[in-house]
């Protein structure tokens, strides 16, 4: 990673998080690596910042559905959501009793 004009990093899109819960269907962990962080591979971006497989959305499109978020009240919660299609995450994705998926999936 070269630094950018400060002299710092910048941290892009990358970003991990942790759901915890007796409910949570554990143990997955949902994205991929990125295969090889050389220049040609698609998700680089230069300065070895990478494009991530799964939207800062994708969690929280799964916890809205389980706290009772509906299908078409979603848009407002997560605005973004239509740009990302069935790359979201579904309450049955992430809780053992989920029943919800993500419309057209």
Request: with cysteine; net charge negative.
């Amino acid at each position: 990673i070269s630094p950018n004009a400060g002299g710092g990093t910048d941290h892009a899109w990358l970003g991990h998080a942790l759901l915890l819960g007796g409910g949570i269907k554990g143990g997955t962990i949902h994205g991929k690596h990125p295969s090889s962080y050389r220049s040609d591979n698609a998700y680089n971006i230069g300065r070895g910042l990478m494009i991530p497989h799964v939207p800062h959305e994708a969690l929280w499109s799964a916890v809205a559905q389980h706290v009772g978020i509906k299908d078409d009240e979603m848009e407002h919660v997560l605005p973004n959501m239509a740009s990302f299609d069935c790359d979201l995450l579904s309450e049955a994705d992430l809780y053992k009793k989920g029943t919800r998926t993500i419309r057209g999936c």
